[in-house]
């Protein structure tokens, strides 16, 4: 079936600093979709994306889905310590297809 | 609304016995499914449910078995534990399988020894 990689693993980061993560699928995705997973809880969709180029924002997040429809980009602007947890991408290759979910990347946050 | 309920929230098993990690939701959602995380694996569908009396395979059924008997629960039965069954098991619900937005349990962590 389909894999996505995502990139970094894990990155340790200073308060107020910015992050950027990625994910990238060696087969075109439909839909590509962002979670974060607080420490013991279960993942909370961040932003979802429809559209080869999309750009959509929430609060400090920024999501882009990427021209080829085989990667996204997720950015954390001034990252606070409530940004600490594991965020995860996952693709929908065709509509109605079940979602194929990214290995996760881990952020600490330094304060 | 509770969302999506999961019971217990952590477990530990010997090899070979059986148990059900419940899971129940109170938003009338239609699909509901299992995951487990493992490190480094992302979450993986273990099985599924469109509705009541209907489920389906995932990704990595194998040595689990659900049931879907009303549109509220839906359990997550480990017939005979294995130590490679260690892991973090997470229910999911939505209105209806297309729908992208999931609402995820708290999650099960289970150990196997």
């Known amino acids: 079936g389909q894999q996505l990689n995502q990139s970094p693993q894990s990155m340790f980061i200073q308060e107020g600093e910015d992050v950027s993560m990625n994910c990238t699928s060696s087969?075109?995705?439909?839909?590509w979709l962002w979670y974060k997973q607080d420490p013991g809880e279960g993942p909370v969709l961040l932003i979802a994306?429809?559209?080869?180029?999309e750009l959509t924002s929430n609060g400090r997040l920024t999501a882009q889905f990427g021209i080829t429809r085989k990667d996204s980009f997720l950015n954390i602007s001034a990252s606070i310590p409530s940004d600490v947890g594991i965020y995860f991408c996952?693709?929908?290759?065709?509509?109605?297809?079940?979602?194929?979910f990214g290995e996760g990347t881990q952020l600490t946050v330094n304060p | 609304n509770a969302g999506v309920t999961q019971t217990p929230k952590f477990q530990v098993l010997k090899t070979g016995q059986s148990m059900t990690l419940q899971c129940a939701q109170d938003m009338n959602h239609e699909y509901m499914s299992w995951y487990r995380q493992d490190p480094g694996m992302g979450l993986r569908l273990i099985h599924y449910s469109v509705g009541a009396g209907i489920t389906d395979q995932g990704e990595v059924p194998n040595g689990y078995n659900v049931s879907r008997s009303t549109t509220e629960d839906f359990p997550l039965r480990l017939l005979s534990a294995a130590p490679s069954q260690t892991s973090v098991y997470f229910c999911a619900s939505s209105v209806a399988m297309e729908s992208l937005t999931q609402y995820f349990g708290p999650g099960t962590r289970l150990t196997v020894l």
């Open positions: 087969s075109i995705f439909n839909t």
């Open positions: 996952a693709g929908q290759p065709t509509s109605g297809s079940r979602l194929t």
């Open positions: 994306l429809y559209k080869a180029g």
